[in-house]
């Protein structure tokens, strides 16, 4: 695969990946497999600067704001942290930092605090007044849920001794392991999904409109982090201590430690306890984040787009339980991908009854020699996954027979295909019934055609009574046929037939986005829709023209063709543009004559009110080109806070640079 496929490809993933952490509380993959891949795609952007994009997750933090609450914005950005697997590890984030500080003599100072499962918030107050909550959102910007921190007992209203002006209080709003399992018990009896863990029931919580809901699900907090010019203490233990007599919640197992060994010691320590501190800590960790004490150096190790460089999250490794494997399923996905997965006897692990457990792939359960019947272990891959890592007895009599991957589709009874260079077999039936239930979630879903209330189980109803059977008889969906639905009241069936209507003026490149083209993500789409503009030009267009399209490679361009090549999706296009779908963009972004048509901007650094996407689809819309690199042809760098190299480029090249506030004055907002 050329590199631009594959640089897409992982950016589809990681923003996948990210959208069922942030915003849906529902991890798919491990920390360690999700890194795996954010670190593949740096280095391929870091080894073609050309292909950098300003909305390539490596050029931001995670996730973004959910709807139902107000937009506000972020004292300063609130970032992830970088992740420890081992003690090489640490030992590594050790020398980095001691690098980036420049002379370090002895062993450099360090708190170390336990890593609370939870939800990251935001709490502003004014004069130790508390007058604002937010979630964390996109990093930039988040939600405010100020009414529903204030159900919240942990967290006071007024505090004592605060500091005067405005400052902003970082930490983490959780739900107790004891509630957990009385909202599970609950949730239960009122034949409702269980949640998974207490950080998706927390999230859950915090998302609630009812504040009454809120108050009733019992969550507390624990606060870690200050932002404030004048009121921040020279060291990070003095800081926890002045939250605590502020009346704050501070988790108390925290030490200020000198030396990375005698951190690695300390992370050891909790790792060995982990399973008896279940019984001593009434909430859930995953690991120790350590950071630099001295607060005041911080700022000469600065950060990167996503992390500071002088805090590390230690992850423990995960906890495991053997059991056993009853049989071995195999799932259908949008794309027609069929994986196998466990069925397993029920077992406890941290902190969840798990009954089934992911296997990957064909090749991962030859690999393993996985069969029905056997004893296994299994773990949470970055506590929140379940997989099957080995056999317990491999050697034992009486075993079944290898596993063999089932050649038709369980759903549909059609032939599987594996292509020669993949490990993922297909089922290509377009009709397949369980790749339609995935390729109408994809349609309808936020950054496809954004049809709020089509959710799965929906879909599924929706499917099961024979209402729909393609992406097109969404638009055929009438209130009266609606309310007909097993719980779908009156109101729920005029909500959705409004959202259907409104889906219908969704920008063209959502559509191509929202086809599930194999290979096509948010930004290919968006390079197919500027390039050819109309749907008819794209449908016309040869895999060379395809593959001349900038951010569009061969697989992409092969897909593509392949896609629009088949009768029944030609079908499906006519279908969709007789129901009144937008079938052609705006006259910029097809290329024509725009303000800053001929124009290439470079986004650096964080503007004070401007995510990166926002001053990116600005760009765009006006016809002009946002690229990840500085070079001669470079028209405009915008840079905000922490620019960076590309800053420095920009000036030795004499480039234009340009702060947000001369960036709005060009672009009009």
Partial sequence: MDPSSRIEELRKQVRHYEERYYVHQDSTISDAEFDELLRELRNLERDHPDLVTADSPTQRVGGRATDGFASVQHAEPMLSLDNAYNEDDLRAFDERLRRGLGQVEGPVPYVAELKIDGLSIA???????????????????????????????????????????????????????????RTNQEREKAGLPMFANPRNAAAGAMRQIDPQQV????????????????????????????????TLPVEPHWKAITGIEAVAEYCREWGEKRAAATRVLPFDTDGVVIKLDAIELRSTLGTTSKFPRWAVAYKFPPEQSETTLIRIDINVGRTGAVTPFAVLEPVFIAGTTVSMATLHNANE???????????????????????????????????????????????????????????????????????????????????????????????????????????ADIYTLTQERLEQVERMGKKSAANLVDQIARSKARDFWRLIYGLGIRHVGERGAQALAGAFGKMDALCAASKEQLQAVPDIGSVVAASVREYLDQPQNRALINELAAAGLKMDAPLTAAGSPGPLSGRT?????????????????????????????????????????????????????????????????????
């Fill in 365 to 471: 359960v030859g690999r393993k020699d996985v069969r029905d019947g056997d004893r296994v272990s299994v773990e949470k891959a970055g506590d929140i996954i379940p997989q099957v890592v080995r056999v317990v007895d491999p050697n034992r009599a009486g075993r079944s027979p290898r596993w063999v991957m089932p050649t038709l589709c369980p759903r549909c009874q059609s032939e599987l295909v594996r292509a020669e260079d993949e490990a993922v077999w297909r089922c290509e039936n377009t009709s397949c019934p369980a790749k339609l239930q995935r390729g109408l979630e994809h349609f309808s879903s936020r950054h496809a055609m954004n049809i709020e209330g089509l959710g799965e189980s929906l879909i599924a109803r929706l499917i099961a009574d024979g209402l729909i059977a393609s992406y």
């Fill in 215 to 246: 108050k009733k699900r019992g969550l507390r907090a624990f606060l870690y982090q200050l932002v404030s010019a004048d009121a921040t203490p020279e060291t990070h233990a003095e800081l926890l201590r002045r939250l605590k007599q502020w």
């Fill in 123 to 181: 709490l502003q107050y004014r004069d130790g007044r508390l007058i604002r909550g937010a979630t964390r959102g996109d990093g930039i910007t988040g939600e405010d849920v100020t009414v529903n921190v204030g159900t919240i007992k942990d967290i006071p209203h007024t505090l004592k001794g605060g500091p005067k002006g405005t400052v902003e209080i970082r930490g983490e709003v959780y739900l107790p392991r004891q509630e957990f399992e």
């Fill in 601 to 669: 901007f470079v986004l650096t650094g964080t503007l004070p009110l401007l995510s990166r996407e926002a001053a990116t689809e600005a760009i765009q819309a006006r016809g002009g080109k946002v690229t990840g690199s500085v070079s001669k042809k470079t028209s405009y760098v915008v840079a905000g806070a922490d620019p960076g190299s590309k800053l420095v480029k920009a000036e030795a090249l004499g480039i234009a640079v340009l702060d947000e506030a001369a960036f709005r004055q060009l672009v009009g907002l």
